[in-house]
């Protein structure tokens, strides 16, 4: 159960998750939002689209509610594995004889503090939750932690980075959560000294025509590119020399895993996932979130200290074993048969 099998790393994570089922399992996929489909999917996977809905929140909800219950029951669902709050939900509402793993994929008390007693009252209801990191699951209280996994997310990548421009990527979508706005005015400080790079930021969101207006403002018309959604976003940045992740917040950064899997020297904020999986100096840089200071210093130091920038993306890449998708599938697995109550030998 997730938004949509379009875009998004929550997305990505779904599809993937539900390829590796597959080959065990008969699996379905209920989405929300018809938009199209990113990404590739097994063949044998059903899926169907929630309809639409007229009405407010609750009424739309209560209509998807009775949606889900009915496809749950009809097509004698076993175990149901949602992604993100509102799917996760919709998937405890209706469990009854069905077992309800909900996924947490960003950081609530940041997300959405207003709904976290809320959101960590569905958790504690449900049979089992998944955290994408142990920072995470730890806002949580014992009663959600005590009925929980943390298991990272499976990163699979086309090639992988060779360098050889002088670029800077991002990729993510283009929302203040992001917090592209930064990264763009620590990149206009470093520009000016290193004024042969430029900035590739690959994504779209409601943040697009702002940062653009930024980026022109501070003088950056060419150096700061803005190249939306790629097919194959891995071929498109290989060449790069450095990614930043500039989030306010995470659960845990798709491109993140993706771009240290590649061996990238990667910069990110000191954001919930990226304290996880980077260990500041060795196999990553990392920086105070919002901090266009340390983040321009970040970058001048990767760009003037090539033997420092690739023993980062060295040490990345080997550090990157855990989020290989075989063995992250395999955690999965071992979870599902525990919910069907099946002895394990995954």
Request: aromatic share 8%; with cysteine; net charge negative.
């Amino acid at each position: 159960m997730c938004s949509s099998l379009y875009g998004g790393g929550a997305e990505r994570v779904a599809c993937r998750l539900a390829c590796g089922l597959s080959d065990d399992y008969r699996v379905v996929m209920l989405y929300i939002q018809d938009k199209g489909q990113t990404y590739p999917l097994s063949p044998g996977i059903e899926t169907f689209a929630i309809p639409r809905f007229e009405g407010d929140f609750e009424t739309i909800m209560r209509g998807r509610a009775a949606f889900v219950r009915e496809m749950k029951e009809s097509l004698k669902i076993a175990v149901a594995v949602s992604f993100m709050f509102t799917m996760n939900k919709l998937n405890v509402w209706t469990a009854e004889k069905t077992k309800a793993i909900c996924s947490e994929r960003n950081s609530p008390m940041k997300r959405d503090p207003e709904h976290f007693q809320e959101i960590e009252g569905i958790y504690e209801t449900a049979d089992h939750v998944v955290f994408q990191t142990e920072t995470v699951r730890s806002q949580f209280s014992r009663k959600v932690q005590d009925h929980s996994s943390v298991i990272v997310n499976p990163v699979a990548t086309s090639c992988l980075r060779v360098g050889g421009r002088r670029r800077i990527v991002n990729v993510a979508r283009l929302t203040p959560q992001k917090n592209q706005a930064m990264l763009i005015r620590a990149f206009a400080a470093f520009h000016r000294t290193h004024s042969d790079y430029v900035l590739s930021i690959y994504g779209e969101g409601e943040s697009s025509e702002e940062l653009r207006a930024l980026a022109d403002s501070l003088g950056l018309h060419d150096a700061v590119q803005f190249l939306g959604h790629v097919r194959d976003v891995h071929s498109a940045i290989a060449d790069a020399e450095t990614f930043v992740l500039s989030s306010d917040y995470e659960g845990l950064s798709n491109a993140l895993l993706e771009c240290m899997t590649m061996g990238f020297p990667c910069v990110s904020t000191r954001c919930e996932g990226s304290v996880d999986v980077i260990r500041h100096g060795e196999n990553g840089f990392l920086v105070d979130v919002g901090s266009e200071d340390q983040t321009t210093a970040a970058l001048t130091r990767l760009a003037d200290d090539a033997a420092f920038r690739e023993a980062l993306g060295a040490h990345a890449r080997t550090s990157s074993v855990p989020f290989q998708p075989d063995r992250v599938i395999g955690q999965w697995k071992r979870l599902v048969k525990q919910a069907l109550d099946e002895p394990s030998d995954v």
